[in-house]
């Protein structure tokens, strides 16, 4: 690889092409209008003004950070579908000079779900991949299993309130859908989650027929209540779970593990996420076939000594302020 170029983990993902110009992923430098894959909060910095990603992203954002944010363009970047959460991308880079092209996933799904498509994979020579899930460990049930198990349980506890936690962003939208179309009576969810509604409709063809769930909201038997995943531990959360005897259940990748429900303090726990399981991250390398791999969030050390050893890849975990592969 050119000496010029480098690919380093400081604040976000820094790319440096062969003309010095530097590109800053999902994070943030003086100077620099950050490229940013989705509205999570992990991925953009507080304060941030102006950013290249989709205008659903800058939107949600905006509606995140409670001040407007402006979507531009990099004449070097190219944005596709990532399949993670509405308005997620995932990020090509061509150095007009060197050819080189760069592929970042940021978080990323390749399975077509509810009203997101899946990621579908590009030829390039340095891919920037999550590894949330790199441990064969992490291989997912069918999204169609999941939710068919999910419906079972909804039915079986009919009379009874529940309530369902998932990230505010992405899971919560997911989890409407499935209970739009289950035997539920009424679905409730929090400001914070409808206020994301209204933006996510506003850009994509999908509805979430829930109401505004306050303190004056009485819950009856065959409710469901959808609530962000951090509250699971608030106090006022598990009064509320008193007061209504309410089941309560989780939706992450995590759950794969038994210990899951117990680490969360839920009754259940069901396998619904919107990352690459193992196996598809491997589909994905294979794939886009690059010449250099850097992995990072996760399991990044497990699965980049996988396809180095077993897959006869350069793969490499990024790791903080290392950059080039003479760091390593």
């Known amino acids: 690889m050119n000496s010029d170029i480098s690919v380093q983990l400081r604040d976000g993902i820094e790319i440096t092409l062969s003309t010095g110009e530097q590109i800053v992923l999902d994070g943030a430098k003086e100077d620099l209008t950050p490229v940013v894959s989705h509205a999570h909060g992990d991925h953009i910095v507080d304060g941030t003004t102006e950013i290249v990603a989709s205008n659903l992203t800058a939107a949600l954002t905006s509606v995140r950070q409670d001040h407007n944010i402006k979507s531009s363009s990099n004449p070097a970047v190219t944005l596709h579908d990532a399949g993670h959460i509405a308005g997620s991308r995932a990020i090509e880079i061509t150095d007009q000079e060197s050819e080189i092209t760069y592929l970042y996933t940021g978080d990323y799904s390749t399975r077509d779900r509810f009203y997101l498509s899946g990621f579908d994979p590009i030829d390039a020579d340095i ?113 509320l779970i008193e007061k209504h005897d309410a089941i309560t259940a989780g939706f992450s990748g995590w759950a794969v593990d038994d210990s899951f429900i117990y680490r969360r303090g839920l009754d259940r726990g069901f396998v619904l996420s919107d990352h690459c399981d193992y196996s598809e991250l491997v589909d994905v390398v294979e794939s886009v076939d690059p010449d250099q791999i850097y992995t990072y969030h996760g399991f990044s050390e497990e699965f980049a000594t996988h396809l180095a050893t077993e897959m006869g890849y350069s793969a490499q975990a990024l790791k903080q302020n290392q950059s080039t592969l003479s760091d390593f």
């Not at 291989?139 to 505010?168: C, H, Q, S």
């Not at 859908?177 to 679905?187: D, E, K, V």
């Not at 994509?204 to 038997?221: G, I, W």
């Open 127 to 239: 891919l920037i991949t999550e590894t949330t899930y790199g441990k064969p460990e992490y291989t997912f049930p069918p999204t169609k299993e999941v939710v068919r198990e999910i419906n079972d349980w909804l039915e079986a506890t009919m009379d009874e309130v529940v309530i369902l936690f998932g990230y505010a962003l992405g899971r919560a939208q997911k989890l409407q859908r499935i209970l739009a179309g289950s035997c539920r009576n009424t679905i409730y969810v929090t400001d914070a989650v409808a206020d994301l509604n209204d933006v996510i409709t506003s850009y994509c063809d999908v509805q979430f027929p829930a109401k505004r769930y306050s303190t004056e909201t009485t819950l009856e038997e065959g409710d469901a209540l959808v609530l962000p995943m951090q509250t699971s531990r608030l106090a006022w959360i598990e009064s």
